[in-house]
Nanobody
């Protein structure tokens, strides 16, 4: 079994910064792609950013130039540095990862962490 644990959410004023962290623990053979998604009230969950085990990154257009995804593969951790935050960034942020264990490759999700940006 694999668990993803997030930390780092909170309340921040517009223009401020937050850093989210996600740690994967369990019977992990390898992690292939790590990502961050978010879901605002009444909205569908959307992709924010992904990073592969090789370091290739992808961002949704609305966060390009403001957010940065990074990872520490040795620690099975990845991060989302969020700068110049806007009220429209307010959402529950979820980390996820495609993980190989002894028996299967599947996608795992964290429990979510609230990010609130006040205007």
């Amino acid at each position: 079994q694999v668990q993803l644990v997030e930390s780092g959410g909170g309340l921040v004023q517009a223009g401020g910064s937050l850093r989210l962290s996600c740690r994967a623990a369990g019977s992990i053979i390898s992690i292939h792609v790590m990502g961050w998604y978010r879901q605002a009230p009444g909205e569908q969950r959307e992709l924010v950013a992904t990073i592969s085990s090789g370091g290739s990154t992808h961002y949704v257009d609305s966060v390009k130039g403001r957010f940065n995804i990074s990872s520490d593969n040795a620690k099975n951790m990845w991060y989302l540095q969020m700068n110049s935050l806007k009220p429209e960034d307010t959402a529950v942020y979820y980390c996820n990862a495609d993980v190989s264990t002894t028996f299967v490759l599947r996608t795992y999700w964290g429990q979510g962490t609230q990010v609130t940006v006040s205007s």
